[in-house]
């Protein structure tokens, strides 16, 4: 009698984890910008993925192994973003270990990376298919897919789009830049020489452009559009100072809420009235602007921020409350909550009303253009923007002995270092309020 061999499926025990790589500095874990890995485990093996995604430890779910809901990384990528990337490539990997387990066949480290490599640009229900001859798309045509895609996938705010609209104006100047292939170290470091000595940029403004264009390198590499990966350890050492916090002290506060407007500038009233709610309540320009008075509560108001989509509950105070109380019956467009005009006019009258209060303490701020070091002097009042309510506010918390942690519940920060500035210059004010008793 003949024997029937049956055909019995391998069945390839493995094991596939997303972790956050874990470094140190100076003896420190780095919790900021970390690099999300890839491991797959099988057979006594291990293999070890870049995904090219960053993210803050605290925007990391280490249980899911995703990024949390709702949070974006320092590139603007938001959580649905990387997280449907992850699960692309977990995807992928187990495609190929089903396909050997059908071959009845174990696959070797380099087999499972030579796969998941010549895989990883093509979409998740793609298959491969026969090149078919298209026109080749030029270094800006994909530029402006890139603007066009993120900036619908992201929300962009008009700031935003014209930031990158900027920089491809800047570019454009570059003539030498007409491909990715151009960007190698060498093109990069000239590209900074340019911004430098063309465009005549100080050392942060540099640090931007570089950021805003490697986002773009990015995407068009994860599209598959080069393969040019220069930019990603592209690291010029930019010398540069910390950026200076300019607030509202007390006093100066205290001038701003009692400073009688003159009859010929009223127009003046309403935007001290914002700036003021913003002092009291950390908002910044764009939140106060879109507050609505459904999100006006009894106790608090309820607040899903523009930027960074988080979802705030800041309790009212006595100050913040007082404004709402004052345009509780005045009806403006679109149901909104507070006199809010357009933040370039809203900045211009608050350095007059900030002139006209007295507002005019000397301050010196550094800056630096190469090595060139740059020392500008202004009086206050030509610093002051919608964004001095917000970091009055936090200066103000931190000064009174409000924990950081929960400062950054109002205000929505998610890391303690964007909050250590403010830290310290609440120890600076605690240590002169002290010298009183002296």
Not at 32 to 40: A, G, K, L, T, Y
Not at 197 to 210: D, F, P, R, V
Request: with cysteine; glycine share 4%.
């Amino acid at each position: 009698m003949g024997v029937v061999l049956k055909h019995v499926k391998m069945n390839l025990k493995r094991n596939i984890t997303f972790q956050l790589e874990s470094r140190k500095k100076a003896g420190q874990p780095i919790t900021e910008n970390v690099p999300i890995r890839m491991r797959v485990v099988f057979s006594g093996k291990r293999i070890e993925f870049t995904t090219g995604y960053r993210i803050d430890v605290a925007k990391w779910d280490s249980e899911k192994q995703r990024v949390k809901n709702s949070c974006t990384n320092k590139l603007k990528q938001s959580a649905s973003e990387i997280n449907a990337e992850l699960n692309r490539f977990d995807a992928i990997i187990q495609d190929i270990f089903k396909e050997y387990e059908l071959q009845g066949t174990m696959p070797t480290v380099d087999d499972v990376k030579q796969l998941f490599n010549s895989r990883i640009a093509l979409k998740q229900d793609e298959e491969p298919q026969e090149e078919i001859a298209v026109p080749q798309k030029s270094f800006w045509e994909i530029y402006d897919e890139f603007t066009k895609e993120c900036g619908r996938l992201n929300d962009w705010t008009p700031a935003t789009f014209g930031k990158f609209n900027a920089l491809k104006n800047h570019l454009l100047k570059f003539k030498k830049l007409n491909s990715f292939e151009y960007l190698t170290e060498k093109g990069l470091n000239d590209l900074v020489d340019f911004f430098r000595n063309k465009c005549n940029m100080l050392n942060s403004t540099i640090g931007k452009q570089l950021g805003y264009l490697k986002w773009f390198l990015k995407w068009a590499a994860n599209k598959g559009y080069h393969t040019n990966m220069a930019y990603a350890a592209f690291s010029p050492k930019l010398k540069n100072t910390q950026a200076k916090v300019i607030f509202l002290n007390d006093e100066e506060l205290d001038k701003i809420k009692s400073f009688q407007i003159p009859e010929t500038k009223q127009y003046l009233e309403r935007v001290r009235d914002v700036l003021i709610f913003c002092c009291y309540t950390g908002l910044r320009y764009s939140d106060v602007a879109n507050l609505r008075r459904s999100d006006v509560k009894e106790n608090h108001i309820e607040v899903t921020t523009v930027k960074t989509a988080d979802s705030l509950i800041i309790e009212l105070n006595r100050h913040s409350r007082a404004i709402l109380e004052k345009y509780k019956d005045v009806a403006f467009e679109g149901d909104k909550v507070l006199p809010v005009i357009s933040n370039q006019k809203m900045n211009d009258y608050i350095k007059e009303l900030g002139k006209l209060a007295g507002i005019d303490t000397k301050i010196r701020i550094t800056q630096y253009k190469g090595h060139d070091r740059i020392d500008t002097i202004y009086p206050k009042y030509e610093l002051l923007c919608t964004h001095t309510g917000r970091k009055t506010f936090i200066c103000k918390a931190l000064s009174l002995g409000i924990p950081p942690n929960v400062v950054m519940k109002w205000t929505g920060h998610s890391d303690y270092k964007a909050m250590k500035p403010y830290i310290d210059i609440a120890d600076s004010i605690k240590v002169n309020a002290m010298s009183r008793f002296d």
